[in-house]
């Protein structure tokens, strides 16, 4: 199994979980290229050994086991998967109108914290 970041994660992105990780599998860490660019963090299920250390460091508990994703959210186990496997070109082809939907409706709503924003955002670009 492997633990899995869901939607929460977007327009938070406080990295917080990245800290207590042993193993180095949730990214992008904030000295990152890109970090600045992306809406949300992945876990890379090849790695993540399951012991749950991330969960209770999220504060709006957008972690996981994949066994227990909500429903609404279970795409996201693919889309942690792809982080780690796609390029980011067919990554943000996939993955990222959906992602900015979340972003703008969480910027729109006063929810969207400093750390979670996303470097040169502009809905226009995903036909929002
Ligand atoms: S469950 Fe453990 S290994 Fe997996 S992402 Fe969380 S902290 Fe890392
Ligand atoms: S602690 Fe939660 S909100 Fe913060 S980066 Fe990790 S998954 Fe995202």
């Known amino acids: 199994m492997a633990y899995t970041i869901a939607e929460p994660c977007i327009g938070t992105k406080d990295t917080a979980c990245v800290n207590v990780c042993p193993v180095d599998c949730i990214h ?16 890379d299920p090849d790695t993540c ?5 991330c969960v209770p460091e999220c504060p709006v508990s957008a972690i996981f086991p994949n066994d227990d994703v909500p429903e609404q959210w279970s795409e996201y186990i693919q889309k942690n998967a792809d982080w780690y496997v796609m390029s980011r070109e067919d990554f943000d082809a996939k993955w990222a109108a959906q992602e900015a939907a979340v972003y703008k409706a969480r910027m729109e709503s006063g929810e969207l914290k400093e750390e979670g924003t996303v470097a040169g955002f502009d809905p226009a670009q995903y036909g929002l």
């Open 28 to 43: 992008l860490r904030k000295d990152e290229d890109n970090f600045q660019t992306t809406f949300a963090l992945y876990i």
């Open 49 to 53: 050994i399951d012991c749950g250390a």
